[in-house]
């Protein structure tokens, strides 16, 4: 059975030649990608969303396709088109972008909704359709989209339905002095992205991805995952609450933090640590909250801090 521990300590590391300072950011990429998620980072431009993308490609020897949205794409660039060949008289199906398996949806916010809505199928059942043809997609698949939160003009934000298809919602922030400084030195003559190498085979990921799941969540963590949920549909500040897709996603990814962290069992700290990420982007806000200049976050880290933290012990039990 494959070690998790070192398997994210490896992937972080790596990254962090590239990504200097973002731990915190980069763990829950591995997260992410242990528990076959999708990741939107919302950040302003010249952060490292772009560069995070790529770099995770590289370190886990994967095929990286990026995908630049523009207000006049269509569906079936992201996708592939059929094409007719004269000589087999048949058609030929020329794959888009999409059909990578580390896929970088840059500014996803700027293509239209019927080009974002091209993700939906490969997001939720790892497979596209074109022409009535169904194609399956690449293990691992993971789709890493970026948006700018600053510019609005020209962009079409996205509709909740594709939102909700998002496992983690992070940002990366601006690097401290230190950091910057760091990253000033790594570039002096060249990008170190140029010289990053490969950590983890792809076997790996997919017998990684098997492991994480076998990792116990007692049925007071599972009540627990519920409870936090729930509170989102009551508040008076929520219009409207996550879906049990986001009780899921936090069920998936605890135990992919409780593995990493070197556990056979999810702890009740491991879902109070994925509130935010996992059930932010999830709600919307009511008018009051936003009235008092509340964001989505704020609200589900008071939701997650209000809610009474289950004790006992949370290991599986021997028979």
Not at 4 to 9: A, S, T
Not at 81 to 108: H, M
Request: proline share 6%.
């Amino acid at each position: 059975m494959i070690d998790i521990q070192d398997f994210g300590k490896r992937i972080t590391d790596n990254l962090e030649k590239v990504i200097i300072g973002k731990r915190p950011a980069l763990d829950l990429v591995v997260i992410g990608l242990l528990s076959q998620g999708h990741i939107l980072i919302e950040d302003v431009p010249g952060v490292g969303k772009t560069v995070l993308a790529r770099s995770l490609a590289k370190s886990v020897d994967s095929v990286f396709s990026r995908i630049q949205f523009t207000p006049d794409m269509l569906p079936s660039d992201v996708t592939g088109v059929s094409i007719y060949n004269q000589e087999t008289r048949k058609f030929e199906f020329r794959p888009g972008p999409l059909l990578g398996q580390i896929v970088l949806a840059d500014e996803i916010n700027r293509a239209t909704p019927k080009t974002q809505a091209a993700l939906l199928e490969a997001m939720e059942e790892n497979q596209i359709t074109v022409d009535g043809v169904t194609h399956q997609l690449p293990q691992p698949f993971m789709v890493l989209a970026t948006q700018n939160p600053i510019e609005y003009e020209g962009t079409f934000p996205l509709p909740e339905a594709q939102l909700d298809r998002f496992l983690l919602h992070l940002q990366l922030g601006y690097p401290g002095i230190s950091n910057e400084i760091k990253m000033l030195e790594s570039q002096k003559s060249q990008h170190p992205l140029e010289t990053l190498k490969s950590v983890i085979s792809n076997e790996e990921i997919l017998e990684a991805i098997k492991t994480v799941k076998e990792v116990f969540v007692s049925d007071a963590v599972k009540r627990y995952i519920v409870e936090i949920t729930m509170q989102t549909r009551k508040s008076a500040d929520v219009h409207l609450g996550a879906s049990p897709r986001g009780s899921l996603a936090l069920f998936r990814t605890g135990q992919a933090r409780a593995a990493l962290r070197g556990r056979d069992h999810v702890l009740p700290d491991d879902i109070k640590a994925l509130a935010v990420p996992v059930l932010g982007h999830r709600i919307i806000l009511g008018s009051a909250a936003r009235m008092r200049e509340l964001n989505a976050d704020q609200i589900v880290r008071e939701l997650a801090n209000n809610i009474s933290v289950p004790g006992g012990d949370f290991q599986a039990v021997e028979k």
